[in-house]
């Protein structure tokens, strides 16, 4: 097991920052917890970025079969150091054991789907158009595709989840799927677990024969150290999950940039949840209400995708849902959030709310009895205020839920047109709902990157056909996806290749098709084993 040093890890060696830096704190208790992380300086980023382009040539180079086998790899040894990654990961958030070591596992699978995702080789999108010498009225040269990796990626680590959005993360494993070295900016609440997590990517880079600058992991203030890297030259696209305003300031970075590059943020979403009639009839809200609210103040509501503004129909069925909900929420006792910082942050957020004259108050839960427990809260709006003041519809981040009454679909659809970008809508409804339910969903497909029937969106499956972005401000781009699959295709462009002589063309690309990818050939799909 790894022995924790305060240090970065620069092309797969502990360095002391020359900057001073800052301990982890125990969430539970608001303790220090040893060692202290000291910061890099400019000069020492710089070593850790050049390394990362120093070993881009060869990590881009190696085959499907080579980076599947370094990305089991890195899953194997992480879940090697497991117990000591998830206890120093419980002490540093506050999350409970349970939660940790399931998020393990989700970190550990996602790097082993991209391994069978490299394996499989779709990513690379070769294509195929044949020359044609004797179309008329002119020949057709030979131009073949493929996609090819955009350089070495900057991955700053999310503080809600230390290790599935963070040091080895879906940013991460996407990034060196595509053939990316990467640099990571370890989040600053998480500075053990970072290291233990970074030290297992290490020691498998390594061991797979792979050049050093294939991964660092470095420490700093987010304010210097983070916006540092995203204005390196040798980085070339960023991947950041956390706040609107971080988000932004990334973004505006890259933008200044001599060399525009992409910046692939998550940064914002309430994911709106739509109760339709049918789903509340008969008695059945007092079920509806209560797993809405499990869903609302789960991990202390601080899941990107916990449903923070909720649509319940006028009438007495709706009634029934919101003091359901209400008896729910004032049975809740807060929860420890990650930081003092966030906690501070949810109680300006709903101080905010309080303060709207348009909104309502329905019920306060109880104050937890570790520190940064803030309770659970529920509020009540109109349809009208949500129109007229876009501050009602801001994320709070916590256990803060807001529910809006309607009366009819039009005025339904017409006020989730005006709602911003999200990473989910929810809808709730039975058969009888499905004539309203159709006519709502080219709104939800506009405004959504993800949109879910009778469930609840605080569970983000990781597969082949998972979408986690949507529309700004849920994300920067809202073409692209923070998990599953096709999160990889955000660290890669497309280069046709005309008229190469063919001992020179890529494997993806070449007529015996070396490493038995499924390609399209003159428009037509050919499966690999064609």
């Known amino acids: 097991m790894t022995s924790l040093t305060g240090h970065s890890i620069i092309a797969g060696s502990p360095v002391a920052g020359r900057l001073a830096g800052s301990a982890g704190i125990e969430a539970a208790t608001g303790d220090p917890l040893e060692p202290v992380y000291t910061y890099v300086d400019d000069e020492q980023l710089g070593e850790a970025t050049q390394a990362a382009a120093d070993a881009f040539d060869t990590y881009r180079a190696t085959s499907p079969a080579e980076r599947a086998a370094f990305l089991h790899r890195v899953a194997d040894e992480i879940e ?65 595709q493929r996609q090819v990796p955009l350089g070495p990626v900057a991955v700053f680590g999310a503080s809600n989840f230390p290790l599935a959005f963070s040091v080895a993360g879906g940013d991460t494993a996407s990034a060196l799927a595509a053939g990316c070295p990467v640099v990571v900016k370890a989040h600053n609440a998480h500075p053990g677990t970072s290291e233990l997590v970074g030290a297992a990517v290490a020691r498998a880079v390594a061991a797979s024969g792979l050049p050093a600058g294939v991964f660092s992991l470095v420490f700093g203030s987010g304010t210097s150290v983070g916006q540092a890297l995203v204005r390196d030259p040798r980085i070339k696209a960023v991947g950041f999950t956390g706040s609107r305003a971080g988000g932004l300031a990334l973004v505006a970075t890259a933008a200044q940039r001599r060399e525009p590059i992409p910046v692939y943020a998550e940064m914002s979403s309430v994911n709106p949840v739509i109760v339709l009639p049918g789903s509340i009839a008969g008695g059945q809200a007092e079920a509806l209400a209560t797993a809405y609210v499990a869903s609302l103040v789960l991990g202390s509501g601080q899941f990107c995708t916990n449903p923070g503004l909720t649509f319940v129909p006028s009438g007495s069925e709706g009634d029934a849902f919101v003091a359901a909900a209400a008896r729910a929420v004032s049975q809740a006792a807060g929860q420890t959030m990650l930081t003092s910082g966030i906690a501070q942050a949810y109680d300006k957020g709903v101080a905010a709310l309080r303060g709207t004259s348009a909104v309502t108050v329905e019920a306060e839960g109880i104050v937890g009895e570790a520190v940064n427990a803030p309770a659970p809260l529920l509020l009540s709006t109109t349809t009208a205020a949500l129109r007229d003041d876009p501050a009602v519809s801001e994320e709070v981040f916590g256990a803060a839920g807001v529910i809006a009454r309607w009366s009819d679909t039009e005025e339904l659809a017409d006020v989730l047109r005006g709602l911003e970008g999200q990473l989910t809508i929810t809808v709730h409804a039975t058969e009888t709902d499905h004539d309203v339910a159709r006519k709502l969903l080219p709104v939800l497909e506009s405004k959504a990157g993800r949109i879910l029937f009778n469930g609840w969106p605080t569970g983000v499956e990781v ?31 497309p280069v046709a290749y005309q008229d190469v002589p063919s001992d020179l063309l890529p494997e993806a690309t070449r007529d015996d098709n070396p490493w038995g990818l499924t390609r399209r050939v003159d428009g037509r799909l050919r499966l690999a084993q064609d």
Do not use: N
Request: charged share 25%; proline share 8%.
């Open 80 to 144: 090697a150091d497991g117990e000591a990654i998830v206890a120093r990961a419980v002490a540093e958030s506050g999350l409970p054991l349970g939660r940790l070591a399931g998020e393990l596992g989700r970190t550990t699978g996602q790097l082993r789907m991209f391994a069978e995702v490299v394996r499989v080789g779709d990513h690379l999108e070769a294509r195929i158009d044949p020359a044609l010498p004797d179309r008329t009225p002119l020949p057709r040269a030979d131009i073949r």
């Open 463 to 493: 597969g082949h056909a998972m979408v986690h972005g949507g529309p700004f401000p849920a994300t920067s781009d809202p073409r692209t996806t923070s998990v599953g699959s096709l999160a990889i295709y955000r660290f890669q462009r």
